[in-house]
């Protein structure tokens, strides 16, 4: 990295975009990624829907425990 940058020329939210649905990347440990696997490969489904699944439960669950 540089030592200073210059933004005097810089526009403020010439990037920004409304809406915009991001995909993250979320690294697994190796034996969740095998569970995952598994369960996905069970339920003949892919493994980003079994993860969003299992999140929705744990929401659910930490709402109620609120």
């Given at each position: 990295m540089?030592?200073?940058?210059?933004?005097?020329?810089?526009?403020?939210?010439e990037f920004y975009?409304?809406?915009?649905?991001?995909?993250?990347?979320?690294?697994?440990?190796?034996?969740?990624f095998l569970f995952v696997q598994d369960v996905a490969s069970k339920r003949k489904a892919?493994?980003?829907t079994v993860v969003n699944q299992l999140l929705r439960g744990d929401t659910e669950l930490a709402r109620t425990i609120k």
């Amino acid at each position: 990295m540089k030592k200073e940058y210059d933004f005097s020329k810089g526009v403020r939210g010439e990037f920004y975009r409304r809406r915009v649905k991001l995909n993250l990347l979320v690294d697994l440990d190796d034996e969740v990624f095998l569970f995952v696997q598994d369960v996905a490969s069970k339920r003949k489904a892919d493994a980003s829907t079994v993860v969003n699944q299992l999140l929705r439960g744990d929401t659910e669950l930490a709402r109620t425990i609120k």
